[in-house]
């Protein structure tokens, strides 16, 4: 079969597409950006092909997709912002039909939230909208209703891990209180992948979740318990939502954008009406704290096929690595750097794509760290996303509070822009050059200021660039 996948470079997507082709399908992959699409590995299959759609746009012509047969609708998200996500969805999904509504589509699969609850978060209510919109076409929609899902890089899960990892005593807000029903990721791609083109799943709605319901804080008490450790959560009824978006912002790697809209969420109970779907499909709902430990082996093993902090949502208006791709020149400060390469370069190039995360940045790490929490005070990114895998890179991913605008090893060219909060706009760029037989490390940051305030914040800052850039330099050269 042909399907279509939007959200292919999402959590979700990224996760399904092996799933596809594993089954023999031709998929035909909807990126915002193709520059995104990974260009390794599973990703050279040729039975994989992209389409470049933006769906807050006019869609374009369905020529290449007319004889598709399904679609999985998987564009949503939480991050985009706290008030205007809603109509982005709608207007995305309004696009997403005008385009598959003129092929030979038999299917749309939509991944959406569960929303039995009579009042709904704006989330749910988002996703709940989108789930009309998509049910008023004359093409069959199956929509798949999920609460939190568990699995490395989910949002719930790594905000989860932040929380049990880093805090032995919590004091916690009321809504730790509330239930929910959690589903292993593993348990949502046989959802995902088992009604595809099954007759009885047309024009219905089905709830998936795992055989537990438990209140959040439970869900943290048994996370800890996997890990080995013991947590204490206390309860007061005084947090209000602001303080807990504030808590979750400052303790997890989540933005507040995502923290007011999590909170939000969870204060409405998610629980799957029984709907026999996983005996007619053959799937056995995983338990929460098998679906937690198989998470950990994932991660463990370096295998994390995606995460959530290097999604850019569909429905955000600004798209940063289609703007800020080429460097600008005029009216800009450089810091530039250049290193004769007097051993092998690839390993030089090996030490530039394992920067960022656990690894550090080569020198003053603990500069870094401070430049970090500063960033986390005014309301920026932190450094606390990390990076997804500690030796690859993608063009979209995240590292630290920098976005990878290009990430082409053969070209041996790594380009950052940072995420953090500044009076202007930054770039980090690494490349490997050759002269006359030589090898050279040119490492350039670029900041291009915005009005005074972004000059006086680059004259503060230069004497510690003098040090923290010139040591970055010198130990990528040699660092192991």
Request: with cysteine; net charge positive.
């Amino acid at each position: 079969m042909k399907i279509l996948l939007t959200g292919a470079t999402g959590y979700i997507g990224k996760r399904l597409l092996p799933v596809l082709l594993e089954q023999g399908h031709e998929v035909v992959c909807c990126v915002r950006d193709r520059n995104r699409f990974p260009s390794e590995g599973i990703y050279l299959n040729p039975q994989i092909s992209l389409l470049e759609v933006d769906f807050l746009k006019e869609p374009p012509s369905p020529e290449a997709i007319k004889d598709i047969d399904a679609a999985y609708y998987l564009i949503h998200s939480m991050s985009a912002g706290t008030g205007d996500f809603a109509e982005m969805e709608a207007a995305s999904a309004h696009n997403f039909l005008k385009l598959v509504e003129q092929t030979s589509v038999k299917q749309i699969i939509y991944l959406t939230g569960i929303t039995n609850e009579k009042e709904l978060s704006k989330h749910l209510s988002s996703r709940k909208n989108v789930e009309e919109i998509l049910r008023r076409s004359n093409i069959p929609l199956t929509a798949l209703k999920a609460g939190i899902i568990v699995g490395s890089g989910s949002a719930s899960f790594e905000i989860m891990r932040d929380l049990v990892e880093k805090l032995p005593v919590m004091i916690t807000p009321k809504w730790v209180t509330t239930k929910s029903q959690p589903v292993a990721i593993r348990n949502v791609l046989e959802y995902l992948s088992g009604v595809l083109l099954r007759n009885e799943t047309f024009n219905r709605s089905f709830d998936i979740g795992g055989p537990d319901v438990l209140t959040y804080k439970e869900m943290m008490l048994q996370f800890a318990e996997v890990r080995g450790f013991k947590r204490r959560i206390i309860t007061v009824p005084v947090m209000t939502p602001r303080l807990s978006s504030y808590w979750l912002y400052f303790v997890t790697s989540t933005s507040y954008k995502l923290a007011v809209n999590l909170v939000d969420s969870m204060k409405i109970e998610v629980i799957a009406r029984d709907n026999k779907l996983e005996k007619k499909l053959g799937i056995r709902p995983i338990p929460y704290k098998e679906a937690v430990q198989l998470a950990f082996q994932k991660i463990e093993q370096n295998s994390v096929i995606s995460s959530w902090k290097d999604s850019l949502a569909s429905s955000y208006a600004d798209n940063s690595l289609l703007e800020h791709i080429n460097v600008p020149t005029d009216g800009c400060f450089k810091d530039h750097r250049e290193k004769k390469i007097t051993g092998n370069p690839n390993s030089v190039l090996d030490n530039i794509w394992a920067i960022g995360g656990v690894r550090g940045w080569y020198y003053g790490n603990w500069l870094w760290k401070i430049r970090g929490f500063m960033d986390k005070m005014v309301g920026g990114v932190g450094l606390r996303r990390g990076r997804t895998h500690p030796h690859h890179i993608n063009t979209g991913d995240t590292l630290d509070f920098w976005r990878v605008l290009a990430a082409d090893k053969k070209n041996r060219r790594l380009l950052l822009y940072a995420e953090m909060k500044l009076p202007g706009e930054a770039w980090l760029e690494f490349k490997i050059t050759e002269r006359n037989g030589e090898h050279f490390l040119q490492q350039t940051a670029t900041f291009r200021p915005n009005g005074l305030a972004g000059r006086l914040y680059w004259y503060t800052v230069l004497p510690f660039h003098f040090f923290v850039f010139e040591g970055m330099a010198g130990n990528l050269l040699n660092s192991v």
